[in-house]
């Protein structure tokens, strides 16, 4: 789930481009979680929710969506090790 605030972008146009952006940074980078969660047998259910003042441009919510699933990936490791 992508969502983007219409208090933040009252205008539908930049709302929808942000969300464009957003799902296409996610599509080209999933194969980085989906690999973890293939591997440990899990499910996931994700929402992204922008927050900047403005439209950024593509790279920078692309490396932003990198490391938000990075991190995610490595806080899951940490717990995964420290049950077991």
Known sequence: MISVP???F???VDRNRV???TR???RLNKHLLYGFLN???QGLLIAFIY???KVEPF???QSKIILILKMFIESNEVVRKNIQ
Request: glycine share 0%.
């Open 39 to 41: 591997s440990t047998n």
């Open 10 to 12: 009252p205008r539908a």
């Open 51 to 53: 927050t900047a003042k």
């Open 19 to 21: 969300k464009r952006l």
């Open 59 to 61: 790279e920078l919510i």
């Open 24 to 26: 296409e940074a996610y």
């Open 6 to 8: 219409a208090k933040i």
